[in-house]
């Protein structure tokens, strides 16, 4: 095995996990999940059928990743983060043939306790902040706070907030990144 499984938590057959990823403990990874490389699961985190995660993937503890959820590479999922599948769910009812697809691109941050209703995507590198509830698509490069949340600014790849000139151009205060922001929507340099 060239992945490490803390001996409290259970790989059902028929996963796939990438090497040098790491599930720490009571967690539990359902059959058919498809996990990159170089992933940290946490202690008590549930990765459901079918879900995809890519490489680099930082799932924080307590958090349930539900059937729909696909997130791409370098994707960061705070404590406590919630996952829904279904918009009306009841008890008496399933609708497991109901499930919305969720995805998560590229470098996107979920902050703590944040709420992901089911159906939506998280634009590139955007950073939604803890506590807060998405109930529509997010753009790339997007800060969202609130509950709905709504877009407060931007950020850049690195995660610094960025500050637009009159001519919609920023650069991102670590890295020196150029951004261009332009019809309501952010691009990076590698746009």
């Known amino acids: 095995m060239d992945y490490f499984v ?10 796939q996990i990438g090497k040098g ?3 720490w403990h009571f967690s539990h990874i359902m059959s058919g999940c498809k996990i990159g490389e170089d992933c940290n699961i946490g202690q008590n985190v549930v ?17 349930s990743v539900y059937t729909g959820v696909e997130c791409e590479d370098d994707v960061f999922l705070g404590p406590s983060m919630v996952f829904t599948n279904v918009l009306n769910p009841r008890s008496a009812v399933s609708r ?19 709420t992901i209703v089911c159906g939506h995507e998280l634009g590139k590198y955007c950073l939604v902040g803890a506590g807060s509830v998405i109930t529509k698509d997010v753009l790339p490069y997007a800060l969202m706070v609130g509950n709905p949340a709504r ?4 950020v850049s790849k690195y995660g610094e907030k960025l500050i637009f000139d009159e001519r919609g151009v920023a650069y991102c205060q670590v890295t020196k990144e150029k951004y261009i922001l332009k019809d309501g929507k952010v691009y990076g340099e590698e746009d």
């Open 6 to 15: 803390h001996e409290s938590s259970y790989v059902d057959e028929g996963c």
């Open 47 to 63: 990765v459901s059928p079918d879900v995809v995660l890519g490489r680099n993937v930082k799932i924080q503890n307590n958090v």
């Open 96 to 114: 497991k043939s109901e499930y919305r697809k969720t995805i998560i691109r590229r470098g996107a941050s979920v902050g703590a306790n944040a």
């Open 21 to 23: 990823t790491k599930i």
């Open 151 to 154: 877009r407060i600014g931007w």
